[in-house]
């Protein structure tokens, strides 16, 4: 081999090398959100946090929020509706790198306040006692909200309006 030829061998290979070692790296990829709720009563409404790390600044981000809307900015938001479990997913793309992240949000049933009482018609000062029928998982609060003193026939009648308050457990 003339030595004309093994240079030309040599500058081709170092050409080759070259085009090689100027790719850029870029940064592992990983996509990442938070919520600013996880659950609650319908109609919710929840926000999402990109918190997405080694994307650069030609990133292109879409949310799928599971209930059939969608979204390309950096950082969104949703509302939920029906009663259910929903799958929200952050998928990033840079360049040749994609990563996902999946995460739930719950919708729960609306709380049922439902009670009865042991006897419509006590005496002061037995107490009457509220059952509830309400929701399962659903903590219920009896609060005494007024009374009204009334004179019947020179006698004096207590009432004592009751109202029943249901809320879920799950929003304390």
Known sequence: ???????KKKCKLFVVLLIIGYIPLQAQLTANFIADKSGGCSPLNVSFTNLTTGASANAVYH????????SSLKNSGAIYRDEKTY???LTV???????????SITVYKK?????SVSSPKVC?????????NSTPGMEISALTHGIL????????????????IAMSKNQQ
């Not at 949310?63 to 969608?70: E, I, K, L, Y």
């Not at 793309?93 to 995460?103: R, V």
């Not at 709380?111 to 009670?115: G, K, L, N, R, S």
């Not at 002061?124 to 509830?132: K, L, M, Q, V, Y």
């Open 87 to 89: 799958n929200v997913t």
């Open 149 to 164: 003193v009334m004179a019947l026939h020179s006698k004096v009648m207590e009432t004592a309006l009751v109202i029943i």
């Open 124 to 132: 002061i000062p037995d107490a009457a006692i509220f059952i509830s």
């Open 63 to 70: 949310w799928d929020f599971g209930n059939g809307n969608t």
């Open 93 to 103: 793309i840079d360049g040749l790198q994609t990563s996902s992240k999946t995460a």
């Open 1 to 7: 081999m003339s030595q004309l030829a093994a240079v």
């Open 111 to 115: 709380p049922i306040a439902d009670f």
